[in-house]
């Protein structure tokens, strides 16, 4: 006895295609259908509908990746700073901070006329 399945019944198309050609080009016409709807469904889809929307959107986008940017910067440069304040062989960025205080001190002293120089 063969254990093999049984071979399904090869018919030929109409139209002179491939055997039950034309019900799987209806079923892939159906899938994307579905997939095309649902794509549609999907809010950024609707949300670019207008230029308007679209303009606020990345309006909106711009401004969080700013200020991302900016607290994660902060973040970034103070525990930079944290780190390098407890090493002591950096001497060079201690008088090279000095300087500048130094330098700022000078012209609040002078007023607004020390400023211009």
Known sequence: ????????????????RAPDRE????????????ALEEIVAHRIVRIHDSVIKVVLFQFMRGLAFGFGTVI???ILVSVL???????EF???????AAQIIEQIDESQADGPEGRLR
Not at 2 to 16: L, V
Not at 23 to 34: F, G, N
């Open 81 to 87: 700073v944290a780190v390098l304040a407890r090493f």
């Open 1 to 16: 006895m063969n254990d093999a399945p049984a071979k399904p019944e090869i018919r030929q198309a109409a139209s002179g």
């Open 72 to 74: 994660g910067a902060s």
């Open 23 to 34: 019900a799987l080009d209806r079923e892939t016409a159906q899938r994307l259908s579905r």
């Open 90 to 96: 950096v001497p060079l960025l201690g008088d090279w």
